[in-house]
C-alpha cells in the first residue's frame, strides 16, 4: 500500500467515526423529543449504524485497490447467502426498513390510540410499542396485538388521542385505569 492509499483510508475512518457520532445524536435527539422509548432509538441507532459499517467495507476496499472483479465476487456471495437466507422471509427486511421511516416520518407514536383499516379484518388499540418487525397494540379488552411495520404503509391509520404508555413512560407500571372506565 502506498501512503496515499494509507491517507485516504484514515481519512474515509475519520469520516466515518464522524458521521456515526453525529447520526447517533440525531437520532438520540430525534427520540427524544417525540418521547420515544429507548429500546426502539438503541435499535435505529443500530440499524444505521450497521448500514453505516457496510459503507465503509466498500468505501475502504475500493480504496485499498482490492479489485472491482475481488470486490464484486465477495459482495455478490454475501448478498447471495442472505438473499437464499432472507427468501422465505421476504418481509424481514421490509419491516425493518419500515420500522425506521415510521420511527422519523409517521405522525402516529405510543400511546396514540389508533385504528388499522383493513376491512373486516382491522385492528385497534393504544399504541404500546413499535419494535423493529410489529406495531403493538393494546386492545381496549386488554388483549395484545400485533402488526407487521410493512403493512402499516399499505393499510389506512386512523389515529385518535394520545396517553402515556408503559413503553414511552417508564413509570407507568399498569394500564390507566380510570381511563379504562371513563371510556365504558
Known sequence: MTINTLLFVALALIVFYLGQNKLNKLVLSYGEARNIAKARIHYVSWVLRSALVLL??????????????????FFSSIFAVIGVALFAQWSILSNVTASIIVFFFFPYRVGHQ???????????????????????????????????????????????????????????????????????
Not at 485499498?64 to 472483479?69: A, E, P, Q, R, V
Open 56 to 73: 465503509l467495507v466498500m468505501v475502504v476496499s475500493i480504496i485499498s485497490d482490492l479489485g472491482f472483479n475481488d470486490f464484486g465476487v
Open 114 to 184: 389508533v385504528k388499522i383499516l383493513d376491512g373486516d379484518n382491522s385492528v385497534e388499540g393504544r399504541l404500546e410499542e413499535i419494535t423493529l418487525f410489529h406495531v403493538i397494540l393494546v386492545a381496549d379488552n386488554g388483549s395484545t396485538l400485533t402488526f407487521p411495520n410493512a403493512m402499516v404503509f399499505q393499510k389506512a391509520v386512523v389515529i385518535g388521542d394520545h396517553l402515556p404508555t408503559r413503553a414511552a413512560d417508564p413509570k407507568i407500571k399498569e394500564p390507566l385505569v380510570e381511563e379504562q372506565t371513563k371510556r365504558d
